[in-house]
Each structure stands twice: as C-alpha cells, then as structure tokens.
C-alpha cells in the first residue's frame, strides 16, 4: 500500500514539474504582474503614473485661447496703488465699470467675507443691482475653517465654491463641479456656476447623461464622476462630484487686463462684451497660486499658476465640453487595468523567452516600451487614461525574470556539456547528443569518423541538415520517441556518410536532464554494417548462384555511378513506351537533359565531386518523377526521362519546371557548395516523331536550342 502511495505520490510530482516546465513563461509573467498590481494598490506607483500623466499633457499641443473669458488681474502694481485689501469702495467701481462692458457673467475670485472700508455700502450696492456677479467660498472641512462669501451674494444663491483640489503631490489634477455641505444643500463650484449662466441662453441645462444617469451632461459634455481608484490614483479624496481636469495648457492662455486699466479706462470697449469675466490676484505677494500637470518636473524649478487662471481653465473645460464636446478623461475598471497589465507582462517574458539573447530582448523590449508609450499618448489625446508605468515595469520586471532564468539555464547547458563531453571522449563507439530541438551539442571524434565530417561541420546541425531526407525521418522519428515516452530505445538504421557510403547500425537513446532541467539525448551508436553483410553473406550465397544472371543483366542496362538505366535499358524502354502509346492512342513525351557547367565543375573540383554531383542529380530526378517513368543516364552528364501515358503537353511542361528546380537547390558535397543548372530539350510521340530515332534527335535538338537561348530552361521540339 506504501509503495503505491509512493509511486503515485511521484507520478504527480512529476507531472506538476512537467506542467510547471511548458508554463513558465505564463507563470512568470503572471507573478510578476501581480506583485506589481499589489505595489500599484498600495500607491508605491502613484508618484511615478501621475508623473506620465503630467508629461502627456506638456507633450501635446497647447490649444488657442478661450475668447468667451477674459481675467481681470489683480496684480503687484495694482496692490501698490490700492493696498491690500483692495478697498470695498475700489471694488465696487471695477463691478459697475465691468458691468457698463455687457458681459455675460462676472466672477469675482476673492473672498470678502469682512467689510474694507472705504466704500463697503457702495459694494453692496453693486452686488445688489448687478445681477450677474457670483461671489466663491471656501467650505469648512478637516483642514481649512471657510471663509463665507458677501451676505448679499449668498442670500441670493450667486456664490460658488472653490473647487480646487489638490493632489499629495502639491498639483492641482481635479475640479470640483458640485459639494454636499453638512446642511444637506447642494453647492456648486464657481466655475460650473458660471457655465450654467453663459449656457443658460442656449438653452442648455443639467441634465443625468443618457449613457448613465449618475452622471451629469451639459449639451453635448458628458461628466464622469471621479472616484478615489480612478486612472493612477489610490484611494484618493474624491468627496463631492469631481472630474478630471482638462487644461488648455500652461499660464498665459486666456485674455488679460489689469484692474489698474479698467479703472482708468484703458480696457478696448468691447473687451468684455457677452463674454465671462474672471476677478482674482496675480500678485506673487498674495501667494494665490497652484501647479498643475504643465508644471516643470522635481529637478526644474516649479512654474505656477494663479487661482483666477486656474478657474479659468475650468470653466473653459465646462463650455468646450457642453458646447463642442471637447474631450473628457475617461478611465478602465479596476479589473480591466488589471488584464492590462498581465498581458503586457506576457508580452514582455514571451519576448524575452522568444529572443533569447540579452542584447536582442533589451532592443526588442524597447520597441514593446515606445510602442506601448506611443499608444497610450495617442489614446490619451482622445481622451482616455490607461496604466502606462504599471505595464513598463511588468515588461521588465518578466523580462529580467525569463532572461536571468536563461542565463541559469545557460551555465547549466554549458556544464553539463562539459561534462558529457568528457565522459563521451572516452567511449570508443561513435556518441552524439542533441538538444530538444534535435540539434547535435556534443560529439566525440569516433561519430566524427563515422559521419566522414569534421566536428565544427557536424555541431547545431540537425539531421535533415547532415542526412538525406528519408533517413533523417527515421532519426528524427525514433529521437521524438525518446523525448516523448522520457524511456531508452535501441533502433536499427541506415544512413548514408557525406562520402555517398550507407551503413547499417544499431542506435541506442536514452535521456540525460541536468540541474536545471535541460533535457538532452545521448546516442550510442554501432557500426553493423560488416556483421549484416557477413549474414546476408551466408544467408544469400546460394542464391546470388542463381541470381548472377540477373545482376549481370542488371549491369549491362544501369550505370554503374547512379544506378540508373543506361543506354541500351532506354531505348527498350522508349521501344516499349511507343508500343502500347501507338495501341492506346496515347501520348509520349521524351525530356534530354544536360547539366549546365557541369565539366568545369568536374575539372576544378575532381571527378570524385563530379561523380557525387551525378549521383545527387540522379536522386533528385527519382524524387520529381513517377514509379512508371523511366529515368537514364546516357553518359557523362546526359540523362533522359521517358513520361508514358501522358495526358498533353502541359503535362510534359510541368514535370520539366519541376525537375529544373529541383536541380538549381544547393547541393553541399564534402564541404563544398555549389549551384547547378540543366537545360532540357522534350519532343512528343506522335507529334513530333514516329519512332525511337526521330524522337531522339528532336529532344536532343530542343535541348541544345534551350542552352542556346540562357541555358536553366525547357524547350519543346
């Protein structure tokens, strides 16, 4: 019972490492994106995506300024000739002044909670007659008391809040549109009140958008709530209805006028006509200001932007959005981030696992890490924000894992061919090992002799690159037995040394796996070609008695190089063929062929080169043609091809196209490589001769016109 426990106790094992080995890849990357998924849900991340965030917005273009606001601007020379606080009585006539230009809305953001005399009734006054002022406040919460707006402004429900929010990081990221205050009323923010005056003309009104009902829509603007996980953020401070913020660009983008102008009526008559007026400092003194994402970075110094600039760029967002549609940000769900982030971390290890190169893996990475960047700012520029820092780290995070796992796999592979190639040395028998991929690692000098090439020839090739093609079928066959089944095997084969000799052995494989996992096949190989032919020997001496007959018949119609049928074996068979074609009312086409080039190969190679490039020719000509067609070897570099029974001359063409190109591959004999070519000439039984002769000579006509017109052709007669 114990024992059996214990064999299946190991069978799962076995089969765990075995799953775990064809998924690591998966497993990798999937570890790596959840370790960086849990730092991005602690925040550690946060610092570094709003950084990407605010590098987006400097990268993109700067929009044209908004020409439905203008700011009034309480400046440095202004506070010297008015003093702080400007006086309610100085105040009071910048409003009527303003007023007198027709604008729209005028908002003044300034807080004027106390009386500054002189002139405190003269600004009530002219809060009182000039409907279209809106004052702010600033609510009470945890950090700030308030500040309450003029008691005449907020009786008559024209005050909006301070919708300013500002980030961990000291920028200003977010608008405030709406506040739920402790007594249960509803605020908005004095740039939402503002919009709501300048599009009240148009007709346009809050409304719930049609795609969700929890969020508002003014005309054609759509405003997504924004909540404490929302793009980059962690569980940021989302009371009220915020939204993320949309800035037309840096400080500087709407029209400007001093209050010292105004007053003295230096402001063009039309300045502020239909449009909305903004009232606030610009003194450097009054501290008034914010960063935003147009902010230079930690290492520059910071560039600011005043509080009315700021409001500015947010009630230019609320138009441009109702009234044009102009873009707002939207974000993914939590879990769609997540698969985002996987799968850029999958990205990342397949790469590396594919490239398997340190070198190649940091380019190839690189390219993943710009066209991911350029993606995400283009998706950007539509109006969506999606991870950026979270998937580079995934990438190179799996990217560091997979190659630091290839560069262990690699020291052990280097080991552990060491080692075998020391113990293999001392073998006398010819010993191979290949790879997983079938590739020769190790060799000792006996497999060298047998295969006839040298060691630097014989390593990383595979057997289709050292055998010809049905032999390397059987040794790749019986290779994947071995790696599938993981159990020895012992396999009787033949194969052919690059001299053009066929031997016969006996291949015992079994499987080596190194401390890493790398799994190689060790060959042992005999030579049993002397032992077989000792027993065909005795087995057949009797009957080669009986059978010389035969293999002299076969001697005088082959060739004894290519063993193909010689002259006097052709013209029977083309007697035949034109035989049963006349009987039949059939067609036969004859093809010539004559290497191209073949005496200076012959001549500057040898004839052993020369002898091993007829006997490849020949084998390739067996591989294009039919069981029932006759292939011959005339003489020299002369072969023929008798194709009985054809149906037309298309027929004929293409098995000559075939044939030609399967002579023009590369042919590799004994360390050399070289190109050959052929030039065939084909005449057709009854068309274009009666008999052998006729036929003979015009395909021998039609081969010679073929050399004659750039050789690497077919001709019909």
């Not at 426990?5 to 075995?18: F, G």
């Not at 002219?126 to 500040?147: C, D, K, R, S, Y």
């Not at 405003?223 to 953020?233: S, T």
């Amino acid at each position: 019972m114990f024992k059996r426990l214990s064999k299946a106790s190991n069978k799962i094992r076995a089969t765990v490492k075995k799953w775990y080995r064809e998924h690591r890849v998966l497993i990798t990357a999937s570890s790596v994106a959840g370790t960086v998924i849990v730092l991005r849900s602690f925040g550690l991340l946060q610092f570094l995506e709003l950084a990407a965030w605010d590098q987006f917005f400097r990268w993109r273009s700067l929009e044209a300024v908004d020409e439905r606001i203008v700011i009034v601007a309480i400046n440095e020379a202004d506070l010297q000739k008015f003093n702080y606080p400007i006086p309610d009585g100085v105040m009071a006539e910048l409003l009527q002044k303003l007023h007198a230009g027709q604008p729209r809305a005028i908002g003044l953001d300034i807080y004027r909670d106390l009386p500054v005399e002189p002139g405190h009734e003269k600004l009530v006054k002219a809060f009182e007659t000039i409907p279209n002022v809106i004052g702010i406040e600033n609510t009470q919460n945890e950090n700030l008391l308030g500040v309450r707006p003029p008691t005449v402004l907020s009786e008559q429900n024209r005050v909006g809040l301070n919708n300013v929010v500002v980030d961990g990081d000291g920028k200003v990221r977010r608008a405030l549109l709406y506040s739920w205050l402790s007594d249960g009323k509803t605020r908005e923010s004095l740039a939402l009140k503002l919009a709501l005056i300048y599009l009240e003309d148009r007709g346009i009104t809050p409304q719930p958008a049609k795609t969700n009902p929890k969020y508002l829509q003014l005309g054609k603007g759509v405003f997504k709530r924004f909540k404490a996980h929302d793009g980059a953020y962690i569980q940021a401070e989302d009371r009220g209805y915020q939204i993320l913020a949309n800035l037309r660009g840096p400080a500087g983008s709407f029209r400007s006028v001093s209050m010292t102008d105004v007053l003295s009526g230096k402001m063009p008559p039309d300045f502020v006509r239909s449009r909305i007026v903004l009232i606030g400092s610009t003194a450097t003194s009054l501290k008034d200001f914010q960063r935003t994402s147009y902010s230079s970075g930690l290492l520059d110094s910071p560039d600011w932007i005043s509080g009315v600039e700021l409001q500015a760029h947010f009630l230019s967002q609320i138009l441009s959005a109702a009234l044009e549609g102009r873009t707002s940000f939207k974000v993914w769900p939590d879990w769609a981030e997540w698969l985002w982030i996987c799968g850029w971390s999958w990205v990342g290890a397949l790469v590396s696992w594919k490239v398997r190169s340190p070198q190649f893996s940091l380019l190839s990475l690189l390219g993943v890490g710009i066209s991911l960047s350029t993606s995400l700012y283009l998706a950007f520029l539509i109006g969506w924000w999606l991870p950026l820092i979270p998937p580079l780290i995934a990438i190179a995070g799996s990217a560091a894992a997979i190659n630091s796992y290839l560069a262990h796999l690699q020291e052990e592979l280097k080991r552990s061919k060491e080692f075998l190639q020391t113990v293999i040395n001392t073998i006398p028998d010819p010993i191979f090992v290949n790879d997983k991929n079938h590739r020769r690692i190790v060799l000792n000098q006996a497999y060298c002799r047998l295969i006839g090439q040298p060691l630097s020839t014989l390593m990383s090739k595979t057997d289709y690159d050292l055998f010809p093609k049905h032999e390397a079928e059987i040794f790749w066959q019986q290779d994947e037995l071995v790696f599938t089944t993981q159990e020895e095997n012992e396999n009787e084969e033949e194969f052919t040394d690059a001299s053009g000799t066929t031997h016969l052995i006996a291949t015992k494989r079994s499987l080596h796996k190194d401390a890493a996992g790398n799994l190689f096949l060790v060959g042992a190989i005999r030579d049993i070609t002397e032992r077989k032919r000792m027993e065909e020997e005795l087995k057949k001496k009797n009957a080669e008695l009986l059978l010389s007959e035969d293999r002299l018949r076969y001697q005088a119609y082959h060739d004894p190089l290519t063993g193909l049928p010689n002259r006097q074996m052709f013209y029977e068979r083309l007697n035949q063929c034109i035989e049963q074609a006349a009987s039949k009312n059939k067609l036969v086409a004859l093809l010539f062929l004559d290497l191209d080039r073949f005496k200076l190969i012959n001549d500057s190679l040898g004839h052993d080169i020369g002898d091993l490039l007829l006997k490849g020719v020949a084998e390739r000509l067996k591989g294009c043609l039919r069981g029932s067609d006759t292939i011959s070897r005339l003489g020299g570099d002369e072969f023929t091809v008798i194709l009985p029974g054809i149906p037309g001359k298309a027929d004929a063409a293409r098995v000559a196209e075939k044939i030609r190109d399967a002579i023009t591959e590369v042919f590799i004999l004994e360390d050399h490589k070289f190109s050959i070519t052929t030039s065939i000439g084909i005449s057709l039984y009854p068309l274009d001769g009666q008999d052998k002769e006729s036929l003979i000579k015009n395909a021998d006509t039609a081969m010679y016109r073929a050399k004659e017109l750039g050789k690497n052709r077919f001709e019909f007669y």
